[in-house]
């Protein structure tokens, strides 16, 4: 069965400042799905970034970039030049390839500072 | 931007009862999802929804649960009898289906349901 682990419950950054959080996933299947999801309080789940397992570039999305490293099995994200709005809950999340259902990690809760 | 909606946002019902979840989700959407999440746990997945039929669920989804699309615009989650455990936060979410799985859903803003 596949897992995904977020191993940093709560994380607190500077604004401007750089963030990283963790994801750790476990698969046997060798195409698949990554995404982080943002949750600002009291508000939906939307998409902050994805990548596909086949692909070796790691994604961008403006200030927002992955590190994945397939043989480690590790997902992290970057947040550039951290802003207030950028606090939320983050959640790592996996999906076959042949599947459309998402595997959630437990979320870590970042709080950006002025 | 489309939104997915779900009503109502916080819904309180006492163990044994019956309730309904709603959801609309985005128009041309053809894929519909429910999750749920218990309060400082993950995100599980429930079910899937497809061309009118359950595609995937998980065991979490047993016969206390059922999904139906009414009216072609909304989304249902019913729970026949609650129990205290069913008390989590349920989301609700669509994906187009033109477009790959990678693309990722659009969640609703969820609603939270307590047992008591």
């Known amino acids: 069965a596949q897992t995904v682990t977020q191993s940093q419950p709560e994380m607190s950054v500077q604004e401007a400042e750089t963030v990283t959080l963790s994801c750790t996933y476990d698969t046997s299947e060798s195409n698949y799905y990554l995404f982080w999801y943002k949750q600002p309080p009291s508000r939906q789940m939307i998409l902050v970034i994805r990548q596909e397992a086949y692909k070796q570039q790691n994604a961008t999305e403006n200030r927002f970039s992955v590190n994945f490293q397939k043989a480690a099995k590790s997902f992290s994200l970057k947040i550039s030049d951290s802003q207030l709005g950028d606090t939320a809950m983050y959640f790592c999340a996996f999906s076959n390839y042949n599947t459309d259902k998402l595997i959630f990690g437990t979320g870590t809760r970042l709080q950006v500072f002025p | 931007e489309p939104e997915v909606t779900q009503t109502p946002s916080h819904q309180v019902t006492q163990m044994g009862q019956e309730v309904i979840l709603r959801c609309v989700p985005i128009s041309n959407h053809l894929y519909f999802y429910w999750y749920r999440q218990i309060l400082g746990q993950k995100v599980e997945f429930l079910v899937s929804f497809y061309n009118n039929e359950i595609s995937e669920k998980s065991e979490i989804f047993d016969d206390q649960f059922s999904v139906e699309r009414p009216d072609g615009s909304n989304f249902t989650l019913k729970i026949r009898s609650t129990k205290l455990e069913d008390s989590a936060m349920y989301f609700c979410?669509?994906?187009?289906?033109?477009?790959?799985?990678?693309?990722?859903?659009?969640f609703g803003s969820g609603t939270r349901l307590t047992v008591v």
């Open positions: 979410a669509s994906r187009e289906g033109a477009t790959k799985i990678s693309d990722g859903y659009t």
